[in-house]
């Protein structure tokens, strides 16, 4: 009918410019047949079909709220099956009328009534939602918007229809694909989580679901967004996430926090080789781990309120030496352990310059609780490159340099040095395998013949310990030793060892019964601490059937010392079984000879320091009285032979 269209949206046909947007997009009739007709019951399956709760008009839009056609059968337009045209036909079947007037039936006046009171519902539940609605056309402008939708950014709902939606929600890794998916028929819905812009100028996190509104023929048409607002969510994330990640007493970011850092950086190597030192191949990153000299002591003495509070100073003033370099994280990884990750490090001497300026942030006191507190640290330095490391491995070689800095005497920082690290790999490997290596038999014994200086005639022999170590091949006592009386395997080595020993000499006793040979055998400080020294040597004598007399234990001049008066005991429990006993290494430690009349010493073995330069015969008589019966391990030449003669009592016991 000409006219019929004028004023019509261009992307809507049938949908008139003065209309209100409700009227055309929420409460719009069905087209009239110049644009083709949808019956009534056809727009009530597509309602039906729809997966979202939109007013069925939505999907089949109205013109002046009438509509002529059938109730019944499939929706057809232009004279199609089922359909009728304007000013004729009547009902396919049944209780309408015939004329060629044509009259709309009592069927689809019930259908259209039925129609506006689904509209009526959907409108109330559209407006009076709490959950944010906006219906967009395929431009990407808002025809429709509910309050809460308003309320949410601030804005009134008129000023928001026929805004672009992407001039309210943030641009910034917006699913494109997906949303052009929607608008082509596609994909039926997506979610997505998205900041909107308030109208005062904060943004608000949403989850927007988009979900697509088809015509009557199935093609595109609107699209329904559902906004909920996920402000309160996202606080209540943020908190979590900062908590999960951060420590609580001193604010900074934890070891979890500092590990996510790290390996970002180790993982984010560019593809263009050549831009810098720090990018594609060069990347490189470093760590200063720190820990504070004496600490625990402060703990202790003041209480940890004192200690914590000493903690949140130390925290400041680190953040504070390195605020400004976004590149530097600084972390507390634990205790009173700290770390500051260098991202895009230069080299190591940068690292070395950022450890020097730890230190002298911690160089003044600490004002705490009235109490004026001096405090250092030890820094271990490692830098290197990405593709050199794992995360795990340059914060292990950061730990352990760190302790080489207090070995090497607190208060300064040590850089990671390779061999160094390669030897104390070694030492952690020979610790381990100790155990085993006993359970195995890789352990030997070799004896070093006593020569006495005054007849020159072997009068025992003393067992030294060696491994046949099936990597590092034979190992000296002074390799692991040291390692087996920090791990505790001394004291089942120790009595194996003694075993062993005492084995031997019967089986020399045995052969050469007019000879009696002793064995001397080291005892360990820890054999005497950890173990019943007493009731092993007992065991081991009872097992082999060596005499008591023939079985000399050696232990160290230091060992003597520890509190409780327990080796003391355990010597004379020994002395009185009647084992021999020497003091090794007499002359390294407090060499205090009044001490030695309360212990049951038979033999001082005198370190070689106890009498070199012992030239003059004057200073050597004042000695001579005093040491008595004595040896000297290593006497080898005339010189320190003739020096140990005057050190030694001509008896035939040594």
């Not at 390195?322 to 994280?329: I, M, V």
């Not at 490997?429 to 359970?439: G, S």
């Not at 390692?483 to 080595?493: D, F, H, M, Q, T």
Request: aromatic share 6%; charged share 25%; hydrophobic share 35%.
């Amino acid at each position: 009918m000409p006219g019929q269209n004028e004023g019509a949206d261009a992307h809507h046909p049938g949908v008139r410019h003065e209309e209100t947007p409700h009227q055309r997009h929420l409460g719009a009739p069905f087209p009239g047949p110049a644009a083709g007709s949808v019956t009534a019951l056809g727009a009530w399956r597509t309602l039906q079909e729809s997966e979202v709760l939109l007013c069925p008009t939505c999907s089949a839009p109205l013109t002046d709220g009438t509509h002529r056609g059938r109730a019944e059968g499939s929706g057809t337009e232009d004279g199609g099956p089922g359909s009728e045209q304007d000013g004729g036909g009547g009902p396919a079947g049944g209780g309408g009328s015939t004329g060629g007037g044509g009259s709309t039936g009592g069927g689809t006046d019930r259908m259209l009534a039925a129609l506006r009171a689904s509209e009526s519902r959907f409108r109330a539940a559209f407006c009076d939602a709490v959950i944010g609605m906006a219906l967009i056309d395929p431009e990407d402008r808002i025809i429709e918007v509910n309050p809460a939708f308003a309320a949410l950014i601030g804005r009134s709902v008129g000023e928001l229809v026929r805004t672009r939606l992407y001039e309210l929600i943030d641009p910034e890794g917006m699913p494109d694909r997906l949303f052009a998916e929607l608008v082509h028929g596609e994909r039926e819905r997506f979610r997505v989580e998205k900041r909107l812009k308030h109208r005062e100028g904060h943004e608000v996190w949403s989850k927007v679901t988009f979900s697509l509104i088809r015509d009557g023929a199935g093609q595109p048409l609107y699209t329904l967004a559902l906004v909920e607002d996920l402000t309160e969510q996202r606080r209540l994330g943020d908190r979590l996430e900062y908590q999960a990640l951060h420590d609580p007493l001193t604010r900074l970011p934890n070891r979890t926090f500092f590990f996510e850092r790290l390996d970002a950086a180790c993982l984010a190597v560019t593809e263009e080789p050549g831009s810098g030192p720090a990018t594609g191949d060069g990347r490189r990153v470093g760590v200063c781990y720190l820990d504070l000299d004496g600490f625990a002591a402060i703990n202790e003495a003041l209480g940890h309120h004192i200690g914590d509070q000493l903690l949140i100073a130390v925290a400041t003033r680190l953040r504070r030496a390195f605020s400004g370099h976004d590149a530097h994280l600084v972390a507390r990884m634990g205790g009173d352990e700290f770390a500051v990750l260098v991202t895009d490090s230069l080299g190591s001497e940068q690292l070395t310059g950022l450890a020097g300026r730890i230190l002298e942030a911690l160089e003044r006191p600490f004002d705490v609780a009235g109490h004026r507190l001096v405090i250092t640290a030890s820094v271990g330095v490692v830098e290197r490159s990405v593709h050199e490391t794992t995360p795990t491995d340059l914060v292990k070689d950061a730990d352990a340099t760190l302790y080489w800095s207090k070995a090497d005497g607190r208060a300064r920082w040590t850089l990671y040095d390779p061999d160094r690290g390669a030897h104390q790999l070694t030492r952690q490997l020979l610790t381990t395998a100790l155990r085993p290596a006993l359970e195995r038999g890789e352990f030997t014994i070799e004896y070093q013949p006593l020569v006495g200086l005054a007849d020159g005639a072997v009068h025992g022999a003393e067992a030294l310990v060696r491994w046949r170590h099936p990597r590092y091949g034979t190992l000296s006592p002074d390799r692991f030793i040291p390692l087996a009386e920090e791990s505790g395997a001394i004291v089942p080595l120790g009595r194996w060892v003694l075993e062993e020993s005492c084995r031997q000499a019967q089986q020399w006793l045995t052969e050469f019964p007019d000879t009696e040979t002793f064995v001397s055998v080291n005892l360990a400080a820890r054999q005497i601490w950890d173990s019943d020294v007493v009731a092993d040597v007992g065991r081991a004598l009872e097992r082999t059937g060596l005499p008591a007399r023939l079985l000399q234990l050696e232990i160290t001049e230091s060992a003597l010392l520890g509190p409780g008066g327990r080796p003391l005991q355990a010597l004379q429990a020994l002395a009185d079984m009647g084992v021999r006993i020497a003091i090794d290494d007499f002359g390294t430690g407090y060499s205090n000879l009044a001490y030695l009349s309360r212990l049951p010493v038979h033999v001082l073995k005198l370190d070689g320091t106890f009498i070199e330069g012992f030239r003059d015969p004057a200073p050597r008589t004042r000695r001579t009285a005093a040491v008595a019966p004595s040896s000297v391990p290593g006497a080898a030449t005339p010189t320190s032979r003739s020096s140990a003669r005057w050190c030694s009592s001509p008896t035939p016991s040594v």
